[in-house]
Structures are given as structure tokens and as C-alpha cells.
């Protein structure tokens, strides 16, 4: 706003902007007087306040989406060439939509979700699974490493999601196994590996339940770290008792694994 | 090793987003273009448009970049009708020669054809203010205006429909 600041002057846009609710509370205040002793200038900013309220009124009810709209969404085809990630991203946001459609559409307000409780408590499931179930030596896993292929089709199938399971070997990690296992009520997958000298590291892979997107963060229990994001549709997590550099090594790969990312956003 | 990501792969939801700003851009559309048959290819032609520069988006401010997509479609499609002679439809025709009385359900009639007797231009500002809740400077970059023409066309639509509305200059068009 080119708006001068002036005391005493108050200028039209000075006007405009209070009906529009764009002024600072001082500045309110000063055209809020100015408008006591100027009639004109009160008549016109009460003309213009009964505009707004009036459009607000006379497209109220437009806003809502109709379900052919949805359509229009589903109907345009993914260019090919897409990464993965857009086809995910599309597919959960029309299953979403199709969710919403069944609630009559009442949803043109997103409620903000408590994060932090949420992420926490993934973060925490993580460390308790690792923990739970690293030190067991024999049944930590249903499935063995020779059947990598039945692994990640069987644990795919309980996540809606076809994945492969990354290769860590250039961290010096061989795939254990992988088991099934509740997260957040839900089934998630959890992947093992181990190094030449026993060291283990899971990697959990849940559904996400309404968490916003995060880059990957860390999170430390004493001696065991968890590397965690929320990616649409699914949180991961990264756990072991690695000093960091490491840690942030197996994470690395394993975020490159699991998603191509657009150059920008690297 | 690539370096650790900084990403918000919520950006990339581009189809989801999209769809939570369908009920603003339908309402934009009706306003813009005053009625319901035109205001509906707006949007999908709006949201057609968006879906073909999907690849290229990157995470920029999504709803602003769609308001300023309609604007200028809004903009191309008042250009191409110029163009052409007008006929006015037959159930169009058979409203306006009707002498209905000026009562209440018919106020929000008369709003919006007055908001259609305005330039398009003022149209689109007021309408991004008063609808959308966009500041001033958002408006300017919408439009890709500078802010002081976003305030002069701000300010002659309000006097202009203000004037429409108190004048009843719509009536005239009713055949007495």
C-alpha cells in the first residue's frame, strides 16, 4: 500500500483499505476518527463495507465443489515420463477426494492436525520396533533375505504400495529380512539390515495418518537414532545405533530409494 | 552421497491442492462472468489449462497462479466475443422483457448484473478483494498490475457499481 502514514491526512486508498480490513490497528484507529467528523467520506465507506458483505452473500453458495469436478481432475491423463511420485501423489488425492465426496463435500476447511503428537508417537513406534525386535536374533524376521522379491511384494500388498527394497550394500548393509508389524494401528513394514560386525538397522515404512510433509529430521534416544519424513500417503523412519554419519548415509539411500526428487527440491 | 534433502513433497500434491481451490475458482468464475453456462467452461477450461502445466509447476503459489490463469482467460474470452455479433438467447429475452417487481430474491439478482455492467477490469480487483480476501499488493501481482492501478480500478468499481445499484440503471432494460 502506497498509504500515507500521515495523521492527519487519510487518503482514499486509506478507505479502501479499512473496509478491506488492511490497515494496522493504528492506522484503523486514525481513519476510524477521521470518519466521525467526514460524513461523505463514511457515507462511501459504508456503501462499499454493504458491497462486500452483498458479493460475499451473492456467491456464497458457489462455493462448493461439485462431484463432476472431480472428474476433470481424474479424466486428465498423467503425462508419461511422470516420476512415481506424481502417479502416487495423483491416485491418494483423488482416493482422498473420493473420501471427501461420500461426506457431502464439507470440506473447504483443512483442520490443522496435531503434528507433533503424531510425529512423536511415529518416532517413538519406531525405536520401540527396533528395539523390540533388533536384539532378537532368529525371529526378528518372517521373511529371509533369499526371498527378497516374495518380501517386498508380501509387505507391499498390506501397504497398498509396490516397492523395492533399497540396496545398502554400498553402506556396507545386507538386507536381514522383514516382518509386518502394527504402526499407529495400521500395518506397516519394516525392513532389517545388518553389517559385517552385527550392527542393525531397521527401516520402517507406515502409513501416513494425516501428518503434513516433513524433510527428514532426526531423533535421538540416547544412543539410538531415527531418521523419520512424512512423504504423502506414507512416513518412514530410519532407526539404529549408528554415530551419525553413518546413520545419515543409510538415510540417504534409502530417501533416494524410495523417491525421485525433482531437482529443485533437493 | 547426495546431500540431504530439503524437499517438501507436499508441494508436489499439485492434483490435490487443485481440487481444495475448485470452490473458490468456481465462485470467481460465476462472479466474473455473471452467469452459470459461462462461468462452468470457464473453470474446466481453467482447470484444463492448469493440468497441462502440471510438469511445469513448481510449487509456486498454486490459487494465485489459477486466479491469474482465469483472469486472463476471462480476459481472451470477453476479446473473441467482441469480436463476434451478439445475439442474446431466447429464455434471456423472455427474462428481461419480465416486469418483475424489485423485491428481496431479486437483489442478488440485481448485484450481478451490475458487477457485469462494470469494466472486467475492476471486476477482477473487486472481486480479489472482496471475495478472495487478497491484500492489495497480492492483487497487483495476480493481475501483474502495478499496486496503484490495482487501488484506481478498486476505487472506480465501487463508485461504479455503487452508482448501477442506487440508479436502478439495470431497469431500463426492463420493456415497459
Not at chain 1, 477426494?97 to 461420500?102: D, K, P, Q, R, S
Not at chain 2, 513448481?58 to 481472451?76: C, D, E, I, P
Request: proline content about 6%; hydrophobic content about 40%; overall charge negative.
Amino acid at each position: 500500500m502506497t498509504m500515507n502514514h500521515d495523521q492527519k491526512h487519510i487518503s482514499e486508498d486509506d478507505l479502501h483499505a479499512y473496509v478491506d480490513g488492511q490497515l494496522d490497528d493504528q492506522r484503523r484507529g486514525e481513519v476510524k476518527a477521521f470518519l466521525e467528523t467526514h460524513p461523505e467520506a463514511a457515507a462511501d465507506v459504508a456503501d462499499w463495507q454493504a458491497q462486500n458483505e452483498a458479493l460475499r452473500n451473492a456467491f456464497a453458495s458457489e462455493t462448493s465443489l461439485r462431484p463432476e469436478d472431480l472428474t476433470l481432475l481424474s479424466a486428465a491423463p498423467v503425462v508419461s515420463r511422470t516420476p512415481w511420485w506424481r502417479n502416487v501423489a495423483a491416485a491418494v488425492a483423488l482416493l482422498l477426494l473420493g473420501g471427501m465426496a461420500g461426506y457431502g463435500l464439507h470440506w473447504s476447511i483443512t483442520p490443522v492436525p496435531a503434528e507433533r503428537p503424531l510425529l512423536a508417537a511415529f518416532t517413538d513406534e519406531a525405536a520401540d520396533a527396533y528395539l523390540t525386535y533388533v536384539s532378537e536374533e532368529r525371529h526378528a524376521v518372517e521373511v529371509g533375505p533369499d526371498e527378497t522379491e516374495h518380501l517386498s511384494s508380501w509387505l507391499g500388498k498390506r501397504l497398498d504400495w509396490e516397492f523395492v527394497i533399497p540396496d545398502l550394500s554400498e553402506e556396507g548393509f545386507q538386507l536381514v529380512g522383514g516382518r509386518l508389524l502394527p504402526i499407529n494401528s495400521q500395518p506397516g513394514a519394516m525392513l532389517l539390515f545388518e553389517d559385517a560386525t552385527g550392527q542393525r538397522v531397521s527401516v520402517i515404512i507406515a502409513r501416513n495418518n494425516g501428518m503434513s510433509d516433513t524433510a527428514w529430521q532426526l531423533a535421538r534416544h540416547e544412543d539410538l537414532g531415527t531418521y523419520y519424513w512424512i512423504d504423502g500417503p506414507r512416513s518412514y523412519a530410519i532407526s539404529g545405533r549408528l554415530p551419525d554419519p553413518e546413520l545419515r548415509a543409510v538415510t540417504s539411500r534409502v530417501y533416494a530409494a524410495f523417491g525421485e526428487w525433482p531437482e529443485n527440491y533437493r | 552421497m547426495r546431500p540431504p534433502p530439503l524437499a517438501h513433497p507436499a508441494l508436489l500434491m499439485m492434483r490435490e491442492q487443485l481440487a481444495q481451490h475448485m470452490p473458490s475458482l468456481r465462485r470467481y468464475a460465476r462472479a466474473l462472468t455473471g452467469n452459470a453456462p459461462d462461468a462452468d467452461d470457464l473453470f474446466q477450461d481453467c482447470v484444463e489449462r492448469a493440468l497441462a502445466h502440471e510438469q511445469s509447476w513448481r510449487g509456486q503459489n498454486l490459487k494465485a497462479w489459477l486466479f491469474t490463469l482465469m483472469t486472463n482467460q476471462h480476459r481472451n474470452l470477453l476479446r473473441n466475443r467482441r469480436a463476434r455479433p451478439q445475439t442474446a438467447p431466447m429464455e434471456d429475452a423472455g427474462e428481461i422483457a419480465d416486469p418483475a417487481p424489485v423485491a428481496d430474491p431479486l437483489e442478488q439478482d440485481r448485484l450481478v448484473r451490475a458487477l457485469n455492467l462494470i469494466s472486467e477490469e475492476g471486476r477482477a480487483v473487486l472481486l480479489l478483494v472482496a471475495l478472495e480476501g487478497y491484500s492489495y499488493a497480492e492483487v497487483a501481482r495476480i493481475l501483474d498490475i502495478p499496486l496503484g492501478t490495482v487501488m484506481s480500478r478498486l476505487s472506480r468499481a465501487r463508485r461504479n457499481l455503487g452508482e448501477i445499484l442506487s440508479g436502478d440503471n439495470i431497469l431500463p432494460l426492463r420493456v415497459r
